[in-house]
């Protein structure tokens, strides 16, 4: 059952991706706006949902499917690691820099205030 829900969590992850992806697209010119964007909302939505879940239900089938499935589907590292790769390729160093230095620093960040957020409400 544990694998039916992460497989689950996965899909669901994987359409939402795409999705914010899709939208963020026409947004940026050339910046990756949709790869950062998935990674910061769900490294927010990953700190919150599993500090949340780890308090409120630490034993909870949930927590595979949302931590593993739809958060490992949603946040896209190979697909940051891509169009920083692309950038490179371009010449577009200082765009390729700013990539890196955005998803790990909102990510990060975003991670933290989630976390603390979950905690602040629990």
Same mark, same amino acid.
């Given at each position: 059952?544990?694998?039916? &829900?992460?497989?689950?969590?996965?899909? #669901?992850?994987?359409?939402?991706?795409?999705?914010?992806? *899709?939208?963020?697209?026409?947004?940026?010119?050339?910046?990756?706006?949709? !790869?950062?964007?998935?990674?910061?909302?769900?490294?927010?939505?990953?700190?919150?949902?599993?500090?949340?879940?780890?308090?409120?239900?630490?034993?909870?089938? #949930? *927590?595979?499917?949302? +931590?593993? %499935?739809?958060? %490992?589907?949603? !946040?896209?590292?190979?697909?940051?690691?891509?169009? !920083?790769?692309?950038?490179?390729?371009? +010449?577009?160093?200082?765009?390729?820099?700013?990539?890196?230095?955005?998803?790990?620093?909102?990510? &990060? %960040?975003?991670?933290?205030?989630?976390?603390?957020?979950? *905690?602040? #409400?629990?």
């Amino acid at each position: 059952m544990e694998w039916l &829900l992460i497989a689950a969590g996965g899909a #669901l992850g994987a359409v939402s991706r795409f999705a914010v992806v *899709r939208a963020a697209s026409s947004m940026a010119g050339g910046f990756p706006l949709g !790869t950062l964007l998935v990674n910061v909302i769900g490294c927010l939505l990953a700190g919150f949902f599993v500090q949340w879940i780890s308090v409120r239900a630490p034993y909870s089938e #949930l *927590r595979p499917m949302i +931590q593993v %499935g739809f958060f %490992g589907a949603f !946040t896209t590292f190979s697909a940051f690691s891509m169009d !920083t790769f692309q950038l490179w390729q371009e +010449q577009a160093y200082a765009v390729a820099s700013l990539n890196i230095a955005l998803n790990v620093a909102l990510s &990060l %960040g975003a991670m933290v205030v989630g976390v603390l957020a979950a *905690r602040t #409400l629990l």
